[in-house]
């Protein structure tokens, strides 16, 4: 009977343990995706944010790139996009990156701007589960009206 006991204690409640134990909430990778209107190669204040554009997170093997993970999501009314990733990612690579613009006159990739690299895992010592990527665009076929006066406060005067 004791031996019984002994091997309860042992396996049975870790066991159990595990089980009872709360699970934690997921991580919510957040970012938006503009339009770059002035075709300035980063947001400016004439820049807009899309709606409905499509954007997806890869995570891939560190060694071999193989593909581990993927998720797609629509950005809302404001170009805001969300979405909840309950598996831990420590060791991958994670990336979000533009899919989509339904802007039939932004539908273009800015270069450098297209994807952004996230950290998707809780051994970081990041306290908050949420995870903000850097701001993704696209950029107009044709520089909206009003641009130059945009970029010219970008200039630098040396004086």
Same mark, same amino acid.
Request: aromatic fraction near 8%; proline fraction near 5%; charged fraction near 20%.
């Given at each position: 009977?004791?031996?019984?006991?002994?091997?309860?204690?042992?396996?049975?409640?870790?066991?159990?343990?595990?089980?009872?134990?709360?699970?934690?909430?997921?991580?919510?990778?957040?970012?938006?995706?503009?339009?770059?209107?002035?075709?300035?190669?980063?947001?400016?204040?004439?820049?807009?944010?899309?709606?409905?554009?499509?954007?997806?997170?890869?995570?891939?093997?560190?060694?071999?790139?193989?593909?581990?993970?993927?998720?797609?999501?629509?950005?809302?009314?404001?170009?805001? #996009?969300?979405?909840?990733?309950?598996?831990?990612?420590?060791?991958?690579?994670?990336?979000?990156?533009?899919?989509?613009?339904?802007?039939?006159?932004?539908?273009?990739?800015?270069?450098?701007?297209?994807?952004?690299?996230?950290?998707?895992?809780? #051994?970081?010592?990041?306290?908050?589960?949420?995870? #903000?990527?850097?701001?993704?665009?696209?950029?107009?076929?044709?520089?909206?009206?009003?641009?130059?006066?945009?970029?010219?406060? #970008?200039?630098?005067?040396?004086?």
């Amino acid at each position: 009977m004791a031996r019984l006991a002994v091997l309860f204690a042992l396996c049975l409640l870790p066991a159990i343990a595990v089980a009872a134990r709360p699970t934690r909430a997921p991580l919510a990778v957040m970012g938006r995706v503009y339009c770059d209107t002035c075709q300035a190669g980063f947001e400016t204040p004439a820049s807009t944010y899309i709606a409905g554009a499509k954007v997806k997170v890869e995570c891939k093997d560190r060694t071999s790139m193989k593909l581990l993970y993927s998720q797609e999501a629509f950005t809302d009314s404001t170009g805001t #996009y969300k979405m909840f990733v309950s598996e831990d990612h420590q060791g991958q690579l994670c990336d979000a990156m533009l899919l989509s613009s339904p802007q039939p006159n932004c539908m273009k990739p800015a270069a450098g701007r297209d994807r952004a690299r996230v950290i998707l895992t809780r #051994y970081n010592g990041i306290a908050s589960d949420d995870r #903000y990527v850097n701001n993704m665009g696209f950029v107009m076929d044709q520089p909206m009206a009003g641009c130059a006066k945009v970029l010219q406060q #970008y200039q630098d005067f040396d004086e």
